[in-house]
């Protein structure tokens, strides 16, 4: 009964460790994409400092920089993923903050339930993604223009 016991605990040990080392594996990749988005923002423009970095996966992949320039402007620096190649910066008061677009969504669409709302990029265009659970239950993406706020594309709802 004790070499059971035994042969138990190595078995949840070695479990445990393989799945550490795997999810280790996948959280190293998410970081050095996110600092090879950073160090292609860096050698672009004079960031004095970067105060967060997120991913959007659209038609094509980003990387967003939120970013502090040298002369004290507040940006968004977008990154085409693959390759890291700068595309776009825009001063943060160019467009609609994440309040400012949450507060106008609230006003005009019918929801149960946000999930996020970040910064992409579809057709060349800056762009908020909204993601959230309509009236019915629907798990739905929402596009506005980042400058405008205007609704871009019809909503993509997923039963």
Do not use: C
């Amino acid at each position: 009964m004790k070499k059971w016991v035994f042969i138990f605990v190595i078995v949840i040990i070695v479990i445990a460790w393989q799945s550490v080392s795997v999810y280790q594996a996948a959280i190293a990749q998410k970081y050095s994409a996110a600092d090879a988005a950073m160090k292609a923002a860096e050698a672009a423009y004079p960031v004095k400092r970067v105060n967060d970095v997120t991913f959007y996966h659209g038609k094509d992949d980003y990387h967003i920089v939120d970013a502090v320039l040298k002369n004290g402007q507040h940006v968004y620096i977008w990154v085409f993923d693959p390759g890291h190649k700068v595309v776009q910066m825009l001063p943060v008061s160019a467009g609609y903050s994440k309040a400012e677009i949450l507060n106008a969504f609230r006003e005009h669409v019918a929801f149960r339930k946000i999930i996020s709302a970040r910064l992409g990029m579809e057709d060349g265009r800056p762009v908020w993604e909204i993601t959230y659970i309509d009236k019915n239950g629907a798990y739905v993406f929402s596009y506005y223009d980042f400058s405008t706020g205007q609704s871009l594309l019809d909503p993509i709802s997923i039963q």
